[in-house]
């Protein structure tokens, strides 16, 4: 009976534990979101030298997550903060100049993605199956998807950029789903910023993704 009294206990401390993450995380992806939301509006008339600068930035910030994420939260928390900043300084002129060229665009892309990582998140927190393989999966053909877009620089293909777009938001989807599994699975109340920085740059890929895609269609 006891034995079972302790099971009932910590299944029950694990799924608190399990939902004070999720809170905490969505807190994070939220702040971070409007963060980035500040920094576009910040730098939309930035060079994009500039940019480029404040992206590098921006992956610094996510380096120094991984190292403090275990010594000190409130600096993991201030490094999140301003990478949701500088990636927003980062993306902002290339935000611009869509805004520019085709605002609609802008608000198709931003359904469509809330539609996207609604569902595809819905499933990998819903799904049992370990999704550790499509993790490893998604990390070598994000690597690819790199590599292609630096051949679309120099080599002119067909419809290059849709397929780009096209393939970027297939990898997504399963990146998507293995950050939302790591986040039901998991109990480590220390990784929320850094399941908030993951989630968040899966949403940012994705409406970049579908903002091409509409820009193009247009």
Known sequence: MSGSLSFGAAGTARSDRTHTLFAQTT??????????????YAGR????????????????????????????????????????????????????????ADPRALWQAGGATALFVAG????GYATRRDLAIVARIGFWALLALIVFGLVLV???????????????LVIFA???????????????????????ASIFLDVLNVFLFFTQIFSRND
């Not at 807190?27 to 576009?40: I, K, W």
């Not at 120099?154 to 970027?168: E, K, Q």
């Not at 990146?175 to 109990?187: G, Y």
């Open 27 to 40: 807190g994070y992806l939220a702040a971070t979101a409007g963060l980035f939301a500040l920094g576009a």
């Open 45 to 100: 008339g930035l060079p994009g030298g500039l940019g480029v600068i404040a992206l590098v930035a921006a992956i610094g910030s996510l380096i120094g997550m991984q190292v403090t994420v275990r010594r000190s939260t409130p600096w993991t928390v201030t490094l999140l903060a301003a990478f949701g900043v500088l990636v927003g300084l980062a993306t902002a002129p290339a935000l611009a100049a869509y805004a520019g």
């Open 120 to 123: 595809f998140g819905a499933v």
């Open 154 to 168: 120099f080599v002119d293909i067909p419809d290059g950029d849709l397929i780009y777009s096209v393939l970027g």
């Open 174 to 196: 399963g990146l998507t789903m293995v950050d939302f599994q790591r986040l039901r699975r998991s109990t480590d109340l220390d990784s929320a910023p850094l399941l908030a």
